[in-house]
């Protein structure tokens, strides 16, 4: 199969003090699943991607309530965010398979879901715009995070075992298809969050859609959204 094509130099730099607290805030959590994970990235995207499918859901449900009092359009946020937490709830349904969590690992996905589902809610009602941009910020390290992985499958450090089936209905995978190919649709899904949500960042602080963080169409294979529900 094709691999997508996946910008990975874009980087929005911190702008005003909003930004850096966005970044500095996912500098703070990149720093600790480096120390907690290591290069065992089967076992961090399990993780993460349940923190990773939260902002989505924050988002489109407080952006769904502000439209219903204001009586005015989303202009399509909400879809959206739900289409990216959705998405991103797919990927840890597709790495549970591939690297099975212990009960440690459980009991932290619980932990870190709750404590991040309150932190990300609250900062959503404090500035829109700051909570994108941590997402934004967040999607970047997802980026960096794959292409490790990436990595440590082309060198041989991380089996390179075959496609799990709910990833081949999801991504309308071609058989044969196998964890490198899956890497790289779940990459090209964060680039893609990472470029909608600087964008939506943008916005809200007044500049272009897309004027540091162009959001391309999705490159990946158009999900299968009837066999996935």
């Given at each position: 199969?094709?691999s997508?094509?996946?910008?990975?130099?874009?980087?929005h730099?911190?702008?005003g003090?909003?930004?850096?607290?966005?970044?500095?805030?996912?500098?703070l959590?990149?720093?600790f699943a480096?120390?907690?994970f290591?290069?065992?990235y089967?076992h961090?995207?399990v993780?993460l991607?349940t923190?990773a499918a939260?902002p989505?859901?924050?988002g489109?449900?407080l952006n769904?309530l502000?439209?219903?009092?204001?009586?005015?359009?989303?202009r399509?946020w909400i879809?959206?965010?739900?289409?990216e937490?959705?998405?991103?709830r797919m990927?840890?349904?597709?790495?549970?398979?591939?690297?099975r969590?212990?009960?440690?690992?459980?009991?932290?996905?619980?932990?870190?879901?709750?404590v991040?589902?309150l932190?990300?809610?609250?900062l959503?009602?404090?500035s829109?715009r700051?909570?994108?941009r941590?997402?934004g910020?967040?999607?970047?390290?997802?980026?960096?995070s794959?292409t490790h992985?990436?990595?440590?499958?082309d060198?041989?450090?991380?089996p390179?075992?075959?496609?799990?089936?709910?990833?081949?209905d999801?991504?309308?995978?071609p058989?044969?298809?196998?964890?490198?190919?899956?890497?790289?649709?779940?990459r090209?899904?964060?680039?893609?969050?990472?470029?909608?949500?600087?964008?939506f960042a943008n916005e809200?602080r007044?500049?272009?859609?897309?004027d540091?963080?162009?959001?391309p169409p999705?490159?990946?294979?158009?999900?299968?959204?009837?066999?996935?529900?």
């Amino acid at each position: 199969m094709t691999s997508p094509a996946v910008d990975l130099t874009v980087h929005h730099q911190p702008a005003g003090a909003s930004d850096r607290v966005a970044y500095g805030f996912v500098k703070l959590l990149r720093f600790f699943a480096d120390t907690f994970f290591a290069k065992r990235y089967g076992h961090r995207a399990v993780v993460l991607e349940t923190v990773a499918a939260v902002p989505g859901m924050v988002g489109a449900t407080l952006n769904h309530l502000k439209c219903l009092r204001r009586m005015e359009d989303d202009r399509g946020w909400i879809k959206t965010l739900m289409d990216e937490a959705e998405n991103e709830r797919m990927h840890l349904m597709t790495f549970i398979q591939v690297a099975r969590p212990t009960m440690f690992e459980r009991f932290v996905v619980v932990a870190a879901q709750w404590v991040f589902y309150l932190f990300f809610f609250g900062l959503y009602l404090v500035s829109s715009r700051t909570a994108h941009r941590v997402v934004g910020y967040f999607e970047e390290e997802a980026v960096i995070s794959y292409t490790h992985y990436l990595a440590e499958i082309d060198e041989g450090r991380s089996p390179n075992v075959a496609a799990p089936q709910i990833a081949l209905d999801y991504w309308n995978l071609p058989a044969g298809a196998t964890l490198r190919d899956v890497v790289e649709v779940v990459r090209a899904d964060e680039a893609h969050h990472r470029d909608v949500n600087h964008g939506f960042a943008n916005e809200l602080r007044g500049l272009p859609h897309g004027d540091i963080a162009p959001c391309p169409p999705h490159v990946v294979l158009e999900p299968n959204w009837k066999t996935a529900a």
